[in-house]
């Protein structure tokens, strides 16, 4: 008896370094057709610009946040497609404030949203009807635009891995979705772009488990307005972390995500002035499975 039990200790003490040593093939869950899925977004935006200029010094206070939620169906995704070419939104809340932290006015609120994203460009109808201008702006600022040219299973690994590793994500993929990043410039040989597999377990017979995405930008020049931009001193950075708990086989719908932005700038400005930026934005994303009304 005493040796059996003794067997069945050792046999239970290597269970979990086995576990740990196995390697995953990591996939996220793709929408379909008929899917249904209620999603919420929380961002929070705090930080500060300094500049100085002529002796003159103006310190610039940042505050901004989003609050929304809103229920999505997928219309049409065709299998080749990185997105849904189709799909409805119903927005239940968009609570949004600027920089300053003064109310932004949204044109969604309760409405509910076609979007065609089969052509070039977006088209839209809310409530069955052509959007007004300031809804269609609001809408553009979502959907069109180049950094929806890449998408979250274009930074999965392209190979199995195990807990604790790290994997490079494709430099050339990431600076094609940079479109939106106007007047932004960055050195891409010291930028960083990894990801890391930070646990995973099977549970009701599916592999769940957490991701860190970094993403770190090595800024060379800085935007200081439409076409005009002043390089940046070394060790500028804009970095993005993101963490995403998920299923990480690809048969069950749902996540949460955590991310940050921070943005450390100084700059030198004509007549001897420099400028400071310290920026940070964190935010948490989430999407669970719902029913269709």
Not at 124 to 135: L, R
Not at 153 to 163: I, N
Not at 172 to 195: C, H, I, P, R, Y
Not at 207 to 227: S, V
């Amino acid at each position: 008896m005493s040796r059996t039990l003794s067997l069945a200790l050792v046999l239970a003490a290597a269970v979990p370094a086995f576990a740990a040593d196995e390697a995953y093939a990591l996939k996220l869950y793709k929408e379909k057709d008929g899917d249904v899925i209620k999603k919420t977004k929380k961002m929070k935006t705090d930080g500060t610009v300094n500049v100085a200029v002529a002796g003159m010094k103006i310190d610039e206070k940042q505050k901004g946040s989003e609050n929304i939620a809103y229920t999505e169906e997928i219309v049409a995704w065709p299998a080749d497609a990185k997105r849904a070419t189709k799909l409805q939104r119903t927005y239940e809340k968009v609570d949004k404030t600027n920089d300053k932290g003064e109310e932004v006015k949204s044109y969604l609120v309760g409405k509910t949203v076609v979007v065609d994203r089969s052509k070039d460009k977006p088209a839209y109808t809310v409530d069955g009807k052509a959007p007004t201008d300031d809804q269609q702006k609001e809408l553009d600022a979502e959907f069109n635009k180049k950094s929806d040219d890449m998408t979250k299973h274009e930074l999965m690994p392209d190979k199995p891995v195990k807990v604790g590793d790290t994997w490079k994500i494709d430099k050339k993929k990431v600076t094609a979705a940079m479109g939106d990043l106007q007047g932004f410039v960055f050195d891409e040989d010291k930028s960083e772009f990894t990801g890391k597999l930070v646990k995973a377990a099977k549970k009701d017979g599916a592999l769940h488990g957490t991701i860190e995405f970094t993403l770190k930008f090595a800024l060379t020049e800085f935007p200081l307005g439409p076409n005009m931009s002043t390089p940046a001193d070394a060790g500028s950075e804009m970095t993005f972390k993101v963490t995403m708990d998920a299923c990480l086989d690809g048969t069950m719908p749902g996540e949460k995500v955590e991310m940050s932005m921070k943005m450390m700038v100084k700059a030198k400005l004509p007549m001897d002035g420099k400028l400071e930026v310290d920026s940070t934005i964190t935010g948490t994303e989430t999407e669970e499975p719902a029913k269709k009304k």
